[in-house]
């Protein structure tokens, strides 16, 4: 791949990552009136949303051919069902992934949201540091999975001839799977009691969006890039979405340790896409 090409997904991956996480966070933390939207549902029609992108790409490469479509899905599916169960491993931990985000941006920036009544301060404090504890295990516990579950998923597309499109339909069939057993073991009775789009606004459905479109991007550039690159990626959306915080939401105070950490990343990213040219050999006098 080249080397505009791995910027170019660089640069796509960076704006959808920071974008997700910016709308993910105020949608988690604005206060409306009525139930909050239920994470766990949002992943699961995420999921969905992916599937029928996939389907409408793999339809386009068919040459707009609904046979030719049912063919594809019916042979490189249905009838392959051990390369299918390959991708239930990281299907199950994306999803684990996803829901954790949600957990991290729900509780991370609660000191921001603290009661103002000098009768809960003590209260509030300690549910803030409980809230923050929550957050960073979470964060922490998706970083290790994400890991695992992106080097395993491009050691399946790169040693598989099959569409990238194909692979995203088998991840996001088991992704809806792993998602809705959630939705019935964590959210059953809320969902029962308010309905499974409780919640949702405009503000919702772009999250939603924006979350499905990161699982497309992401895998293509797994496929024509690597693993490594969707890392750096993040990192500088990280680094992007803290500057926007501090800036323009004013929820954050950078530390040293931050500017040293944000060096770091923006000098391996440079590393790593860096190409010298070949110097030529010296010739003898």
Same mark, same amino acid.
């Given at each position: 791949?080249?080397?505009?090409?791995?910027?170019?997904?660089?640069?796509?991956?960076?704006?959808?990552?920071?974008?997700?996480?910016?709308?993910?966070?105020?949608?988690? !933390?604005?206060? $409306? $009136?009525?139930?909050?939207?239920?994470?766990?549902?949002?992943?699961?029609?995420?999921?969905?949303?992916? /599937?029928?992108?996939?389907?409408?790409?793999?339809?386009? *490469?068919?040459?707009?051919?609904?046979?030719?479509?049912?063919? /594809?899905?019916? +042979?490189?599916?249905?009838?392959?069902?051990?390369?299918?169960?390959?991708?239930?491993?990281?299907?199950?931990?994306?999803?684990?992934?996803?829901?954790?985000?949600?957990?991290?941006?729900?509780?991370? *920036?609660?000191?921001?949201?603290?009661?103002?009544? +000098?009768?809960? $301060?003590?209260?509030?404090?300690?549910?803030?540091?409980?809230?923050?504890?929550? &957050?960073?295990? %979470?964060?922490?516990?998706?970083?290790?999975?994400?890991?695992?579950?992106?080097?395993?998923?491009?050691?399946?597309?790169? $040693?598989?001839?099959?569409?990238?499109?194909?692979?995203?339909?088998?991840?996001?069939?088991?992704?809806?799977?792993?998602?809705?057993? &959630?939705?019935?073991?964590?959210? &059953?009775?809320?969902?029962?009691?308010?309905?499974?789009?409780?919640?949702?606004?405009?503000?919702?459905?772009?999250?939603?969006?924006?979350?499905?479109?990161?699982?497309?991007? /992401? %895998?293509?550039?797994?496929?024509?890039? +690597?693993?490594?690159?969707? &890392?750096?990626?993040?990192?500088?959306?990280?680094?992007?979405?803290?500057?926007?915080?501090?800036?323009?939401?004013? *929820?954050?105070?950078?530390?040293?340790?931050?500017?040293?950490?944000?060096?770091?990343?923006?000098?391996? !990213?440079?590393?790593?896409?860096? *190409?010298?040219?070949?110097?030529?050999?010296?010739?003898?006098?």
């Amino acid at each position: 791949m080249s080397a505009n090409l791995k910027y170019l997904s660089l640069g796509i991956l960076v704006f959808q990552t920071t974008s997700l996480v910016l709308t993910m966070r105020y949608s988690r !933390t604005l206060k $409306e $009136e009525g139930p909050r939207y239920l994470s766990s549902t949002a992943v699961v029609v995420a999921e969905l949303l992916k /599937i029928m992108a996939c389907i409408l790409l793999v339809y386009k *490469d068919s040459k707009c051919s609904l046979r030719a479509l049912n063919r /594809i899905l019916h +042979d490189e599916i249905l009838n392959k069902p051990m390369e299918t169960l390959k991708l239930a491993i990281p299907s199950g931990i994306y999803t684990l992934q996803n829901n954790l985000l949600y957990v991290a941006l729900s509780n991370l *920036d609660a000191a921001t949201y603290q009661w103002p009544s +000098d009768s809960q $301060e003590l209260d509030s404090k300690q549910l803030s540091a409980g809230s923050q504890f929550v &957050g960073l295990m %979470a964060v922490l516990t998706a970083c290790f999975s994400s890991g695992f579950a992106g080097v395993y998923f491009e050691k399946i597309l790169k $040693e598989t001839k099959q569409s990238v499109w194909i692979r995203n339909i088998q991840l996001g069939f088991f992704g809806s799977i792993f998602g809705l057993m &959630g939705v019935y073991i964590y959210d &059953g009775e809320l969902v029962s009691k308010n309905g499974f789009f409780q919640g949702y606004n405009r503000l919702t459905w772009i999250v939603v969006i924006l979350q499905a479109l990161g699982g497309l991007v /992401i %895998a293509a550039v797994i496929k024509y890039a +690597d693993n490594i690159l969707k &890392g750096f990626a993040t990192s500088l959306s990280i680094i992007l979405s803290t500057l926007i915080s501090y800036f323009w939401l004013q *929820d954050f105070v950078p530390t040293s340790v931050f500017f040293l950490g944000a060096i770091l990343v923006i000098t391996a !990213t440079f590393l790593y896409g860096y *190409d010298p040219k070949p110097t030529g050999n010296p010739t003898k006098a």
